[in-house]
């Protein structure tokens, strides 16, 4: 009997345990690791795969499949579409000098990929191309940064 109430008792306190850490856990990624950089490692992880139409992995991504795969990763739900992305109300526009690696690059409203910095973005380009860093051009650069909103915004 007293062997049983221990049992009880442990797994009573293993049990809670758990559940009170998960908070924590999930807490301290979000400061020491923002969310846009935990969607951002996600999707360069990605490098080298192909693109695909209509693609959200794992073998291959479109554009907005891999923006929509790399913050669902972080666990912020956007549209899968550029079209949703930009509908959901989860995005604050933002100057080019305010854009942070993991923040959207927005090309027109049919094109978004991922800021890495300076002039250069991260995503998944065109067909017949593979998934990596993108450089801009005096004829291919975004018209609008975002933010998105979530547990950080920062």
């Known amino acids: 009997m007293l062997y049983r109430t221990f049992m009880i008792i ?9 559940f009170a850490a998960r908070p924590a856990h999930a807490a301290a990624r ?32 479109d554009c907005s499949g891999l923006v929509w795969a790399a913050y669902q990763h972080a666990h912020i ?4 579409t550029t079209y949703d992305m930009l509908a959901s109300g989860r995005l604050i526009r933002i100057g080019h000098a305010q854009a942070r690696r993991g923040d959207l690059a927005f090309y027109g409203t049919g094109h978004v990929e991922l800021f890495d910095g300076g002039d250069t973005t991260f995503g998944a380009h065109d067909a017949g ?6 450089q801009f051009s005096s004829s291919w650069e ?13």
Do not use: H
């Open 129 to 134: 191309s593979r998934i990596g860093l993108i």
């Open 30 to 61: 979000a400061i020491g690791n923002p969310l846009r950089i935990v969607a951002y490692d996600y999707a360069a992880a990605q490098s080298g795969k192909s693109y695909c139409r209509g693609g959200t992995g794992p073998s291959c991504y």
């Open 77 to 80: 739900w956007l549209g899968r």
């Open 142 to 154: 975004p018209t609008a940064y975002y933010r998105v909103e979530g547990p950080d915004s920062t």
């Open 10 to 18: 442990a797994f009573i306190t293993l049990a809670s345990l758990a």
